[in-house]
């Protein structure tokens, strides 16, 4: 019957850029919108409230796994210089793969850079774009907040239980440890830049969205990817930490579904 059809979430594999990745599909909506998971994220562990509740008549909810995370393995997840680019290309030949012409991002942390990246690299693909969690550099003091996230065993059991079973301690714990290494490698450079020349080059209607309690990302980083993108909205959700779209999700979700209009 077709009122289980709209509400049942698919899963699949599909080969793209020589990589098996994976992804999970709901809704028969005409707009169709990307999410885009943080570190060592997935669709499964970083989007449940939005794949079962968003609107799925007006929206095709697709959230992948980029490669090395999630069922996206093999291969192995590693963290070059380009890491971010070459997450915002697969993402984007994901969803020509799958046949979407255009579609919007929402993505979360590390997939918010990668959002903003593939927004500005691939204009006339993206429809519109949020984002939540995200930075377009690094800071010294975010260096440090990654250390402190370092070692997974210091982890609170919530947080860390859905990844364990997902990954095996050990891929889990050298993982977190390598993206550690690899996003604070952003930092040695002068202006700690990952994206900020792409910023002005982000045509699509841009939301962010900011935890005021978010414990990773200082609320300067949201202000500056609002006040480079020329008519983005930025809204502060106050008692929002990191993971605000899964702890607020029901405001998260009716936020995003009016921007998405």
């Not at 830049?193 to 978010?214: A, S, V």
Request: hydrophobic share 40%.
């Amino acid at each position: 019957p077709s009122c289980f059809a709209s509400t049942s979430i698919k899963s699949a594999k599909i080969q793209v850029n020589g990589v098996h990745l994976h992804y999970q599909q709901t809704g028969e909506g005409n707009h169709a919108v990307l999410l885009l998971p943080g570190m060592l994220g997935s669709g499964q562990t970083d989007f449940g409230p939005q794949l079962k509740s968003m609107n799925k008549q007006l929206f095709t909810i697709v959230a992948w796994d980029p490669r090395g995370y999630g069922q996206s393995i093999p291969p192995p997840r590693d963290f070059p210089p380009d890491f971010f680019e070459r997450d915002a290309k697969d993402a984007v030949d994901l969803m020509q793969a799958l046949k979407f012409k255009k579609f919007s991002l929402l993505g979360w942390s590390d997939g918010g850079i990668t959002a903003l990246i593939a927004a500005a690299k691939y204009p006339a693909l993206i429809h519109k774009l949020v984002v939540w969690g995200a930075n377009a550099s690094v800071t010294q003091e975010d260096v440090r907040i990654y250390n402190g996230i370092r070692d997974v065993s210091k982890w609170s059991e919530k947080v860390k239980k859905p990844l364990e079973e997902m990954y095996g301690h050990k891929y889990f714990a050298k993982t977190c440890e390598a993206w550690v290494d690899g996003i604070s490698r952003f930092a040695e450079k002068s202006d700690g830049n990952i994206c900020q020349e792409l910023l002005p080059l982000i045509k699509c209607p841009t939301f962010i969205i900011h935890g005021g309690k978010d414990p990773l990302v200082p609320r300067a980083h949201a202000e500056y990817i609002h006040e480079n993108i020329k008519g983005s909205r930025l809204l502060l959700m106050p008692e929002g930490k990191h993971n605000l779209h899964l702890r607020f999700a029901d405001e998260f979700n009716r936020q995003v579904e009016d921007f998405l209009g």
